[in-house]
């Protein structure tokens, strides 16, 4: 996980052309084939974060190209893109009718081998979490832990993921699929 050191509640701040041009940069230069992104499309998601990082994700793939982030391309890092997306909802299961339009399909993932793993890392998020804890703590009356709450929270969206597919943990996914055929940074450079 690599964190580009923006912090929860202030991406506002930067155009989605500069947080874009800062994950080509990545994609650059360790080459994934698939990235993982919040969904921006689905419906009642207050978080001004999503919608910034969900927009930027949709218009990376066309910065697969030599010709897009040429400082990069003199740099030694030519073209590249994943070859897949996944799109998640951070905070509850999809609704009927969100995801799998177009060439997606929705997907979901048995995650009870690595739910530890995926808490540990997301209570590293500790300025969204300390906010959340906070924010929870004064509806409650009474001091709430972060750590805690991102567990507790975490394991409960889980488990109502997975008991609607029939496992034990599970996550959702709207797996925007490989396109067929060459990747457009490959294409640009055939004769």
Do not use: C
Request: charged share 25%; hydrophobic share 40%; net charge neutral.
């Amino acid at each position: 996980m690599i964190n580009l050191g923006h912090k929860s509640g202030e991406l506002g701040s930067l155009s989605s052309s500069e947080l874009r041009n800062q994950v080509m940069a990545l994609t650059r230069l360790y080459k994934p084939e698939i990235l993982f992104f919040p969904d921006w499309y689905v419906h009642y998601q207050d978080d001004n974060d999503i919608y910034r990082v969900g927009r930027m994700a949709e218009e990376s793939p066309y910065g697969g190209s030599s010709l897009f982030l040429q400082e990069m391309s003199y740099l030694g890092f030519p073209g590249t893109a994943a070859r897949q997306y996944y799109f998640f909802v951070p905070y509850r299961p999809y609704r009927a009718g969100e995801g799998g339009e177009g060439q997606a399909v929705m997907k979901q993932v048995e995650i009870g081998a690595v739910l530890e793993k995926k808490i540990a890392a997301i209570r590293k998020m500790k300025t969204a979490n300390a906010e959340w804890a906070a924010l929870l703590s004064a509806r409650a009356g009474r001091p709430l832990d972060a750590d805690e709450l991102v567990g507790a929270f975490l394991t409960e969206l889980a488990s109502t993921v997975g008991q609607r597919h029939g496992m034990k943990f599970a996550e959702e996914f709207n797996h925007l699929r490989p396109v067929t055929g060459l990747p457009a940074h490959v294409r640009e450079r055939a004769r």
